[in-house]
């Protein structure tokens, strides 16, 4: 059985739009453009402090296929404000998943059914840039206040995001082996 998923897009702050489908969290996100050539490696992009306030498009076609386990993770939580995919998996298959991608429960919001090849290359050559996606409710507003809410976003220019994202304790990893 597929599932129907609701319309979504996605808007450049330099106003090229993007129509898909949405995934995950319904809602609105706002953050800096980045995609991510990587054919695996979904979860430890998701989770990695790096990606603080970042909208991430993934050029892999398909994602979700390894599902979601508990010693992958970068961190102790999904960083990333938003999420692209092409082809989200309808169910995991590896023998290390222990769940699905659950971008909903994490309240992550993301956008599938695109061309995230365009998208890419749009990126690259005009370099980085905010973007929204806006899914549910939100992607029914009118293009012109979508984008606004897009330029409005902060920059990533200057941001001290550090101190946003290191952990308030110090801890020490155990050696094994």
């Known amino acids: ?49 790096s990606y603080h306030r970042q909208v991430v498009v993934m050029t892999a076609p398909h994602v979700g296929n390894t599902g979601w386990n508990d010693e992958d993770d970068e961190s102790g939580r999904i ?28 309240g992550v919001v993301g956008i599938c059914d695109l061309d995230t090849r365009a998208l890419t290359r749009h990126l690259r050559e005009r370099g980085a840039m905010r973007a929204g996606i806006f899914s549910g409710d939100a992607a029914s507003a009118p293009r012109e206040r979508l984008l606004t809410q897009v330029i409005d976003a902060p920059s990533m220019t200057g941001a001290a995001l550090a101190e946003q994202v290191a952990t308030q304790v ?5 050696a094994v082996g």
């Open 1 to 49: 059985m597929l599932t129907t998923r609701e319309p979504a897009v996605l808007i450049l702050e330099d106003g090229r739009t993007f129509t898909g489908r949405a995934y995950g969290h319904r809602g609105s996100t706002v953050g800096e453009a980045v995609f991510s050539t990587g054919m695996t490696g979904y979860q430890e992009t998701l989770t990695d402090p």
């Open 79 to 106: 960083w990333v404000s938003g999420f692209v995919v092409r082809d989200p998996a309808l169910r995991p298959s590896n023998w290390r998943s222990e769940r699905s991608l659950e971008l909903d429960a994490k």
């Open 170 to 174: 110090a801890y020490g990893v155990p």
